[in-house]
């Protein structure tokens, strides 16, 4: 054999280099493509953008005001009151993000952008590790890897492409879908990647610290469940769960009579309280955290109900093989720590504390898949390659396929804004620019932007933070589309408070509005192209 044949192709280098085999670099670069596709596919217009990149803009609008106002005055307030409050709200990344903004100058989404790479290389190296850890066998890991990153249960696809059940059952396994997918993190939900990925890392860090009992292992464990928790206590109260669940089952005959750490489930424990204990205290405290808890909670909209046969039909394809797994040995503390990691969060999606327990399933396609390909695996039976090639192909691409199908659908529906058009840039400059104090009344469109853009209070927003908030959204849109004027306009404007108001440029025709306004106004319309700014 010549040198020349025996020297390893660039591919093989380039993999050698990082640590990867050429399949888990293959996961990476398509893990890296399908974050940033939606950024690219907006960028690509040339417009200025308005920093959402997810399949629902509106919490991105939120994020964006939160990254502002962190970096304003470290805690956060709710701007979509329009009304007095204080600020009560600590989150560290938002901090950092609006430090950035505020010392370094570069815009608020491009300050939230910039965990975009470290949500990707948490992301792919919890999988990666978790798998390489619990997964025997090299086209296992492969297997169990890529199903972890990039399931999306069939399903969904399944029903929106044949219109079974109409628009709310499609919406119902969307969101289901959407929960449990992991790459949709991604998608600008950037520090629930960054949660819910720490989780195999701390516990692996964990098992470490049962082998070894480093303090100083035990230290970042700890610090990594409180920065989960307080990044997404849902997440936090399931690592809480898990840790302290391993460690009292493995005291069991069956497992090993093996003495529980309560020194681990102490300083576990302690850390994933302390942020738990603060979110209970804000939805108390504060009026927005409180608004917030109340519409979100379980079952509180129409379409959020979650069927048992829904959840059952989506996650069955893994769920069935996953079972098999549960009746093999689990001889180490990270094999019982995989077993119980399911079961925590069906235990805290149930649990009678907290809002929006849909959040509790983020995650679950890591442990799920893990446990599918160990349980398929001890089957009596060899499973030829090119079935696990096509069961994997059937549980990745037409659902990922429907999800970008989704997003352009968002993104052509304009509800929400995606991009801000030169007009809307100039009149929200001003309205940044000018020192005077005051809010905003504008239509629930651009309304999202106003906060995060100037750093004003605006009249509607998010329905999550804004009281009352379909009596002001749809006032707010009668207004600017001319359903509302004369003397009831103005009652609706004087009511609301606000010092200016903005007509976007979704506004084709705003004479009436003109004409509605002209006895309140202290100077004539400020017109930006396609834009009004009214004072």
Avoid at 93 to 99: D, K, P, V
Avoid at 310 to 318: E, K, M, Q, R
């Amino acid at each position: 054999m010549t040198d020349a044949a025996a020297r390893p192709g660039p591919i093989t280098r380039a993999c050698a280099k990082v640590g990867l085999d050429p399949f888990e670099l293959g996961c990476l670069i398509v893990l890296t493509a399908l974050a940033m596709a939606p950024l690219v596919a907006l960028a690509s217009k040339g417009r200025d953008l308005s920093g959402a990149d997810g399949l629902f803009a509106t919490d991105q609008m939120q994020y964006l005001w939160w990254i502002r106002d962190a970096g304003n005055h470290i805690l956060i307030g709710n701007p979509w009151d329009l009304a007095p409050g204080e600020r009560r709200f600590l989150h560290p990344g938002f901090l950092i993000s609006g430090l950035i903004h505020h010392y370094v100058g570069i815009s608020v989404g491009l300050a939230y952008l910039l965990w975009k790479p470290v949500a990707i290389a948490v992301t792919f190296l919890g999988c990666l590790l978790y798998v390489r850890r619990l997964v025997v066998g090299k086209g296992a890991q492969h297997a169990a890897l890529a199903l972890a990153l990039f399931t999306v249960m069939p399903i969904v696809a399944i029903v929106a492409w044949s219109g079974w059940g109409g628009k709310p059952r499609t919406y119902t396994f969307g969101f289901i879908t959407g929960e449990i997918w992991s790459a949709h993190y991604l998608w600008g939900y950037l520090f629930t990647a960054i949660a819910v990925f720490m989780i195999p890392l701390v516990l692996l860090a964990l098992e470490r610290w049962r082998q070894n009992r480093r303090t100083a292992i035990l230290i970042w464990s700890a610090l990594g469940v409180l920065i989960i928790t307080w990044l997404q206590p849902w997440q936090g109260a399931e690592i809480a769960a898990i840790v302290i669940a391993v460690e009292l089952l493995r005291a069991l005959p069956r497992l090993g009579r093996r003495r529980p750490s309560w020194l681990m489930i102490t300083v576990v424990g302690t850390a994933a309280a302390v942020p738990a204990i603060y979110y209970s205290w804000l939805s108390r405290a504060d009026p927005g955290w409180k608004l917030a808890g109340e519409v979100n909670r379980a079952g509180a909209q129409t379409l959020w109900a979650w069927p048992w046969w829904a959840v059952v039909a989506t996650l069955i394809p893994l769920a069935l093989p996953a079972a098999f797994a549960y009746r093999l040995k689990a001889p180490d503390w990270q094999d019982v720590a995989l077993r119980v990691w399911p079961l925590a969060i069906i235990a805290v999606y149930f649990a009678p504390t907290g809002t929006f327990p849909y959040h509790s399933w983020q995650g679950l396609m890591l442990p799920l898949a893990i446990l599918a390909v160990i349980g398929a695996k001890s089957l009596p039976l060899k499973i030829p390659t090119w079935v696990v090639v096509i069961f994997v192909a059937l549980l990745t691409i037409p659902g990922t396929a429907h999800k970008i199908e989704v997003f352009f659908n968002s993104v052509h529906s304009a509800a929400d804004p995606y991009w801000v058009f030169p007009g809307e840039v100039d009149a929200l400059n001003a309205l940044e620019d000018d020192p005077r104090p005051g809010g905003v009344l504008a239509p629930s469109y651009s309304s999202m932007l106003i906060p995060g853009r100037t750093g004003r209070e605006a009249y509607v927003g998010p329905f999550s933070w804004t009281p009352n908030w379909s009596y002001r959204a749809t006032t707010a849109n009668d207004l600017f589309e001319g359903r509302l004027t004369g003397q009831a306009a103005r009652d609706f404007v004087i009511q609301s408070r606000a010092r200016w108001l903005l007509a976007d440029c979704r506004l084709k025709d705003v004479s009436a509005l003109d004409r509605s306004l002209a006895p309140l106004l202290a100077r004539p319309p400020e017109r930006f192209g396609c834009a009004t700014l009214y004072e």
